[in-house]
């Protein structure tokens, strides 16, 4: 009886010494509260508690679309990490918060799915507010312009945040070659709900041809970013042109009737 209790205690602890024990995360929640057009970034360390090295494949799910999250240890973009026997690895999760995110509190889970089939999941929480936020509240939608010449708009900008914004600027990207001025450069603070107009003057190449030009305009500041907006320019020939082209026709027409009645008179 003696001798076989003592097997079996053996053989027990011969299985745990078989048994690897298992990987774990840190086991907090991983929270991070940005300001939409800003990255959340959370530092995720992962254990490995086995006597063998493991590969840990990375993941992220749950996020709204437009919320993707990437992975690294402080260099290139990775997916997997190879964690040593009775080691940990700290990896780096950045997601990129675009500046049209709704504000709201947004769960997920991060994975780590390891070479052996088990998996690792820790829960992740996203949190978006608007303390600052900037939006265009008026501009025009289009506008027609002359090749070679300048053309003028103005846009009004509104703090709808609830902190004061510096350094507020309008960006417009516009095609190679066209010259953008924008009055005032910057606007040195912006009031929570406050509004300013800020004039933009382009002067158009003479060598662009006619026909529309879609222009993308934004407000920056130190502290976030506008949503894009679309202005359409509708380039013409420049009026000088047109002028040449009516006196050239009129010269024609005046050395027509010249050489007619000259010719009548014969």
Known sequence: MKRTLLLLIVALLSLLALTPLAARADAITLAQTVQASQTAVYQVALHNETAVPHTYTLTLTGLPDGLTAVFSQGGPLLT???????????VQMAV??????????????????????????????????????????????????????????????VNSGAAALDNLALTVDAPAKWVVRTDPTTVPTLAPGA????????????????????????????QTTS?????????????????AAFGLMGLAVAAAIVYFRRKGRR
């Open 227 to 243: 949503p894009t907006s679309s202005l359409t320019v509708r380039v013409q020939k420049s009026p000088t042109f047109l002028y």
């Open 96 to 157: 990129d918060v675009p500046v049209e995110t709704a504000v709201a509190q947004y769960t997920a889970q991060f994975s780590a799915a390891r070479d052996d089939g088990q998996t690792l999941t820790q829960p992740v929480v996203l949190n978006v507010e608007n303390t600052y936020a900037v939006q265009i509240a008026s501009q025009s939608l289009n506008v027609s312009a002359f090749s070679g010449q300048e053309f003028g708009f103005d846009v009004t900008a």
């Open 195 to 222: 509004e300013t107009t800020l004039h933009a003057q382009i002067l158009v190449p003479s060598s662009q041809v006619t026909g529309d030009q879609t222009l993308q305009l934004s407000l920056t500041s130190d």
């Open 80 to 90: 997997q990490v190879n964690v040593a026997a009775n080691a940990y690895e700290q």
